[in-house]
């Protein structure tokens, strides 16, 4: 079965370093998603992804948060300058789009961001 | 935007009770209502969802049911077994645009030998 594929699995940076994670989203998909767990909380949305632009942003996604596809399979997500609260696991999700059940997103398993 | 609360953030039951865990969302504009599973360290699965249009669906030992008027929607557990034991997650989403899902804050189910 196809599957949303993350690297890395876990990443550790000084503060005001440069992050980038990386998904390899289901290849037929069209919406891509990212959002963030911080440990023991809720999923929280940070930005949806269609048609090479940004259709929707989270608070949480400010000025230091950017996202890109560059090759057409690749998505990423860039943090400028980590602080510690950025530390959390970030998922990357798409889907097909359409009706259903193209609603349905599927995740990938996460790259734990460490930040000290 | 949309706002999902869910209860209990903690709930315990005997192995082969049943667990019921519940949802209130704000935007009656949601119609969509999917159900996640999480165990430690891994991503959200999808276990169940239901549509607005559906008041109830079932697979097997878990069930959905949804009150459009009221805004709740409840997820069922019967016969509860060991593996069920993780976080579950229930979330909104509005379909149509970019379908983003809005999650509740979780509920961890242990399942008591």
């Known amino acids: 079965e196809p599957e949303v594929t993350q690297t890395p699995s876990h990443q550790v940076t000084q503060m005001g370093q440069e992050v980038i994670l990386r998904c390899v989203p289901i290849?037929?998909?069209?919406?891509f998603y990212w959002y963030r767990q911080i440990l023991g909380q809720k999923v929280e949305f940070l930005v949806s992804?269609?048609?090479?632009?940004?259709?929707?942003k989270s608070e949480i996604f400010d000025d230091q948060f950017s996202v890109e596809r560059p090759d057409g399979s690749n998505f990423t997500l860039k943090i400028r300058s980590t602080k510690l609260e950025d530390s959390a696991m970030y998922f990357c999700?798409?889907?097909?789009?359409?009706?259903?059940?193209?609603?349905?997103?599927?995740f990938g398993e996460g790259s734990w961001l460490t930040v000290v | 935007g949309e706002n999902v609360e869910q209860h209990p953030s903690t709930l315990s039951v005997q192995e082969g009770d049943s667990a019921v865990i519940k949802c209130t969302y704000s935007?009656?504009?949601?119609?969509?209502f999917p159900w996640y599973k999480q165990e430690l360290g891994k991503r959200p699965q999808l276990i169940i969802d239901?549509?607005?249009?559906?008041g109830e669906k079932k697979d097997q030992r878990i069930a959905v049911t949804l009150n459009k008027t009221a805004k709740h929607f409840s997820l069922h557990i019967t016969e509860t077994q060991p593996e069920d034991s993780a976080v579950y997650f229930c979330a909104a989403s509005i379909q149509g645009g970019d379908d983003k899902i809005i999650f509740g804050k979780g509920t961890r189910l242990h399942i008591l030998p």
């Open positions: 935007d009656s504009a949601s119609n969509y």
């Open positions: 999700a798409s889907r097909t789009g359409g009706g259903p059940p193209g609603n349905t997103i599927y």
């Open positions: 290849s037929n998909h069209l919406y």
């Open positions: 239901i549509r607005s249009n559906v």
């Open positions: 992804f269609y048609n090479n632009e940004i259709s929707e």
